[in-house]
């Protein structure tokens, strides 16, 4: 072995280069990694970016449990001063290939506040059903709001995309 080389434990300010490694094509390609790898095979936080600055940020959760193995729940939030720009959009797109191409996702799910128009009309762009209100939620300044229970649905597998 080459004397250049050190093997040590990682630390947490090798997190980037890390993700670059883990995210190379050949590493994709020729290992059992997937796009977007970090560093739990069950979770990722994919960030949205506007001329190098981050303006928004989506996750995705794969549930554990057996029964509830194709399932994911989802998360995001965009800055004020990028909201109508497509950075949901775009953040959702990949998100949803990540989900159902590369974890094989059956089922997405999120919440959403029932008044936020603008996201609720995103996530049903993107395919999301409304399934239920849930009244009394969540507590947001001073008093509890009702919210959304939605999900997309993919019981069927895909044919796979022509390269």
Same mark, same amino acid.
């Given at each position: ?88 959009? &775009?953040?959702?797109?990949?998100? #949803?290939? !990540?989900? %159902? +191409?590369?974890?094989?996702? @059956?089922?997405?799910? =999120?919440?959403? $506040? &029932?008044?936020?128009?603008?996201? #609720?009309? !995103?996530? %049903? +762009?993107?395919?999301?059903? @409304?399934?239920?209100? =849930?009244?009394? $939620? &969540? ?14 649905? @993919? ?9």
């Amino acid at each position: 072995m080459s004397q250049d080389i050190v093997v040590r434990a990682a630390e947490p300010s090798d997190i980037p280069r890390l993700t670059e490694v883990l995210n190379q094509p050949q590493a994709v390609w020729g290992t059992l990694q997937t796009p977007f790898t970090s560093f739990d095979a069950n979770h990722v936080l994919l960030v949205g970016e506007v001329k190098g600055v981050v303006a928004g940020s989506i996750g995705l959760h794969r549930e554990v449990p057996h029964r509830r193995s194709h399932v994911a729940g989802l998360g995001m939030a965009v800055h004020d001063d990028y909201a109508g720009r497509g950075v949901g959009g &775009a953040m959702m797109q990949a998100v #949803i290939d !990540l989900a %159902e +191409r590369w974890w094989n996702v @059956r089922r997405i799910e =999120l919440n959403v $506040y &029932a008044d936020n128009a603008r996201a #609720i009309a !995103l996530y %049903e +762009r993107f395919g999301f059903e @409304r399934e239920g209100l =849930l009244r009394a $939620y &969540a507590w947001r300044d001073g008093r509890y709001v009702d919210s959304l229970a939605m999900a997309r649905l @993919r019981l069927q597998p895909q044919p796979e995309p022509v390269p």
